[in-house]
């Protein structure tokens, strides 16, 4: 019998495993980089399978320059579909100093989605700095290849550098993806889960009440944020009652192409088919309190495209897009960057904010404007994203 | 066997290589010979009818006087899709000459079929450039001298301070005239400048001229002047015109790549270098960013008085946008480098003479602001190989690169690892540059600058670039890549050697057992 786990691609090893009638274990490799880290990679597979107590197999390795981490997370899939009862994880050591959790109300603009089958695609991934990574396990998956999606994006998650952002996961649809939670949780590194076509509120509160569970269980005082992805009608429908579901939601995200085939309606550039949908998002979402997040736009070449999407979707009171290629990222960020006349207004808001409060006034006006709650909350909340920019004020602007 | 000795990067250089006596290298500027350039036959009119074509190559090669242990000269203006070459040598072989030495300018992926010509004896060894499988075969010890790596101002170098003499000079030309006056920008194997081929010209016993295009006189311009041209000989066809045209001059999609490239542009301006003039290349990164750089210049209204290079439709767009006010062209990328250089006055054709020539009395390279190249390996002390790889196997010649180091900025800019291996090591396994010709290494996972470079450190210090250390930028690999084997070479058998600049020896490569 003989099994295979990997692909021959870039940065990644393509592993066929078979069992011999003997007590040995043969490796045969065939690398690019055969000479500076072919005993490495062979010294790798043997140490592992005899700590795993695995004789009997011959392994042919066709290898693109995988990392340790590739190489650990394809020999345990090719194991595991090898051997029934094969349960070791083999998991690389977490080299990583992990940055502190993020808060629920993180800043989403963009989202970068990666594969879940590309190692090549993440180890690089931080560097564009998005504010969050997303390890897909759902739609970028072939149904075949679920098992070994999720032990590969299990040692992304401990062995690659992904600095600042935000570490999410996009588990399979309910109830399978409860089966990949134990695998994500242990890892100590996963912030925030994302539930595609979720469609009700129970469900949710089912998935969070699982996760606290086994958390506890494993004496894990962790926090979890859940993204529902509402990509359906009736997902839209339900948009506050599972914004509301559970107090671990940070925010509700859409999604396009599958919301576009469940109504029957083919997607357009400009959204015509989901424009209703995407507000409704947004007001479920606000009146659950959590971030109304935005779908991806699919035309990587189309920067001008991307900008005025992006802008039209902060327009609707979206906090955030999604990215399907690194490029897309700083065309997102620009579009989230304060127009000047906004900032400079923003500016002297705060302005007459400070001195009424310096002079003991309740009232905030703006030269014959009065200055209610709500418009000087949006002001200081342009300051606080102003700020992120690095814009600053110009000498003696905020007077003129 | 060659003695060894070392040098002043504390390399181990042979002696001697071919017969040759070879000086170590001193020091960068410190080598100065003595006496008269290489100088030619005086030859006579009265022996050169007005119409000099002969039937066919092997006439030409036999009225040459060919022979056993001849050195013979050729361009490779057509890179890729070059015709002559394999040809040529299947006619010497069928002459039963043997033993030549074969000085190109450089060579491609399709004159691997000369590997059989080394294997038979008819090539002795190879001085000037060695790829992929040539390269291979050169380290595995297999060819029968030692190969002698020179840029292409060390061709110049050698050849005018008798190190080099060719014998026979092929000149393949896209446009050729009777008397042999040949350019490169008309005809439909046009290739660009024909600087490469000027030196074959000027200094060998004799020059051939082939042509699939022959004009009638005065074939102008005439960047090889049929005063030096001894046969001119047609043939069909001289060049795969799509072959020509180097497949890298395309702007990468990479996005790591971009990154990098958005790196150096940015290190460009805060470092206080937009608007200075800058080397241009063909490939990936430091194709890149010149788009992102030529951005930043059209937001400060900033022009560059010119760019050397390696043209390519960008370039040209630059140049007739009035961002950059020449090109200084060595070779054309592409059909837009090549129109424009037939048809652009502020577009010139240069020589490797005046671009990067040690013996001559100033050079272009010594004018020129920036130049970001690429490079296989850097080390902590910043010294940097372009020919070898971490595996010990000679792949790339050295090309310009040597060369254009002389600016007054000089960014290697590369991924911090390709494919598992890093980038930044210890110490490279074959120096092609001393430590101090680098300024900074820009990779998308940091940037060092030399600490040599004072005036940069403080420069940039307020800088939002991911500023680090060379160190760390090895940690980091390290961290990723793991720490890989070091090849085991033979340090006794040197196979090639490296030549700086000015001719003295730089460094080796030593035979790796196969």
């Not at chain 1, 990666?114 to 149904?143: K, Y």
């Not at chain 2, 194997?189 to 600087?195: D, H, M, T």
Request: proline share 6%; glycine share 10%.
């Amino acid at each position: 019998m003989s099994v295979s786990a990997g692909r021959d691609a870039k940065e990644d090893i393509l592993l066929e495993l078979e069992k011999v009638e003997s007590d040995i274990v043969e490796v045969a490799l065939e690398s690019p980089v055969q000479s500076l880290y072919g005993g490495h990679i062979r010294a790798l597979i043997q140490r592992v399978l005899h700590e795993s107590g695995v004789t009997g197999v011959w392994i042919k390795a066709k290898d693109a320059g995988a990392l340790d981490w590739v190489i650990l997370a394809r020999l345990e899939s090719g194991l595991k579909r090898l051997i029934p009862g094969f349960r070791k994880n083999l998991a690389p050591e977490k080299v990583w100093d992990f940055r502190p959790q993020v808060p629920r109300d993180h800043m989403r603009r963009s989202r970068l989605y990666l594969p879940g089958m590309q190692p090549d695609l993440m180890t690089g991934a931080a560097l564009f700095q998005p504010d969050g990574i997303i390890l897909d396990l759902e739609d970028s998956v072939a149904p075949s290849e679920k098992d070994t999606a999720l032990i590969l994006v299990r040692n992304a998650i401990l062995a690659v550098d992904f600095g600042a952002c935000e570490r999410m996961v996009r588990i399979n649809p309910l109830p399978a993806g409860l089966g990949e939670l134990p695998a994500l949780l242990d890892t100590d590194g996963v912030d925030t889960l994302l539930v595609p076509k979720a469609e009700r509120a129970e469900e949710i509160g089912q998935l969070a009440r699982y996760i606290r569970e086994y958390l506890n269980r494993t004496g894990n005082a962790r926090r979890i944020w859940l993204m529902p992805i509402l990509e359906t009608a009736m997902g839209i429908w339900k948009a506050c009652e599972i914004g509301a579901s559970c107090d671990g939601i940070c925010a509700l995200a859409f999604g396009a192409e599958d919301f576009s085939k469940d109504i029957g309606a083919r997607r357009t550039k400009q959204g015509t088919e989901s424009f209703a949908a995407r507000s409704m998002l947004v007001l479920g979402a606000r009146a659950a309190g959590v971030q109304p997040i935005d779908t991806v736009f699919s035309d990587v070449d189309d920067e001008a495209g991307l900008l005025s999407s992006t802008k039209e979707a902060i327009g609707l009171g979206f906090e955030g897009k999604g990215c399907i290629h690194p490029r897309q990222v700083r065309v997102i960020h620009d579009a989230f960057r304060p127009e000047e006349a906004e900032f400079r207004w923003a500016v002297k808001v705060k302005r007459a904010m400070d001195e009424a409060h310096a002079a003991g006034r309740g009232v905030v006006a703006l030269g014959s404007k009065m200055i209610d709650p709500p418009v000087a909350a949006r002001a200081l909340k342009v300051l606080k994203t102003a700020a992120f920019y690095g814009m600053v004020p110009e000498e003696g602007g905020a007077d003129e | 066997m060659s003695d060894l000795l070392v040098n002043a990067v504390g390399r181990r250089v042979p002696t001697e290589a071919n017969g040759k006596m070879q000086v170590p290298f001193m020091g960068v500027g410190a080598h100065r010979p003595k006496g008269n350039k290489a100088g030619v036959p005086i030859p006579s009119n009265a022996d050169f009818p007005k119409d000099k074509r002969i039937a066919n190559l092997r006439s030409a090669l036999e009225l040459s006087g060919v022979r056993s242990g001849m050195t013979i000269g050729i361009h490779h203006h057509f890179r890729d899709g070059d015709l002559t070459v394999n040809a040529l040598f299947d006619t010497l072989a069928d002459m039963g000459v043997r033993d030549l030495i074969f000085a190109p300018s450089a060579l491609f992926p399709a004159h691997e079929p000369l590997i059989r010509h080394l294997e038979s004896g008819v090539i002795h060894h190879i001085e000037g450039s060695m790829n992929g499988p040539i390269g291979r075969f050169c380290t595995h010890g297999r060819m029968r001298g030692m190969g002698i790596l020179r840029s292409h101002g060390g061709r110049w170098q050698a050849i005018q301070d008798g190190e080099l003499h060719i014998d026979i000079g092929i000149i393949p030309a896209p446009s050729a005239d009777v008397m042999g006056n040949a350019n490169g920008v008309n005809g439909p194997s046009a290739c660009g400048p024909l600087g490469f081929a000027l030196a074959d010209a000027m200094y060998a016993d004799k020059v051939i001229v082939l042509t699939d295009h022959l004009v009638p006189f005065p074939n102008v311009p005439w960047e090889i002047p049929g005063m030096y041209v001894d046969y001119v000989v047609e043939v069909e066809k001289i060049g795969i015109p799509e072959k020509i045209i180097s497949g890298t001059t395309r702007i990468t999609k990479s996005p790591t790549r971009l990154l990098i490239a958005e790196h150096v542009a940015q290190f460009i301006e805060e470092a206080g270098f937009l608007g200075a003039s800058f080397q241009a290349g063909a490939g990936g990164i430091s194709l890149a960013f010149i788009q992102f750089m030529a951005r930043r210049m059209r937001a400060q209204g900033i022009q560059a008085p010119f760019a050397r290079g390696g043209s390519t439709g960008l370039l040209v767009d630059l140049l007739k946008e009035g961002l950059i006010g020449y090109i200084l062209d060595g070779q054309s990328f592409d059909l837009d480098g090549v129109r424009s250089l037939r048809e652009n006055p502020r577009h010139i054709a240069t020589s490797p003479f005046t671009s990067y020539n040690y013996h001559s009395k100033g050079n272009i390279a010594d004018h020129v602001g920036v130049a970001v190249l690429g490079a296989t390996e850097v080390d902590l002390s910043f010294q940097a190989n372009v020919v070898t790889h971490s595996d010990g196997l000679l792949l790339h010649g050295i090309g310009g690169w040597q060369n254009t180091l002389f600016a007054d900025l000089t960014i290697l800019a590369f991924p911090l690892f390709r494919g598992r291996i890093p980038i930044v090591v210890e110490e490279v396994m074959t120096v092609c540059a001393p430590g101090e010709m680098i300024d900074v290494v820009v990779t998308e996972r940091g940037i060092a600058i030399n600490p040599r470079r004072r005036d940069l450190m403080d420069r940039m210090r307020n800088s939002r670039l991911p500023i680090e250390t060379i160190e760390t930028l090895r940690e980091k690999a390290l961290k990723i890549c793991g720490r890989p084997a070091a090849p085991v070479r033979d340090l006794i058998r040197p196979v090639a050697c490296v030549k700086w600049v000015d001719g003295t020896a730089l460094d080796a490569v030593f035979l790796l057992p196969e």
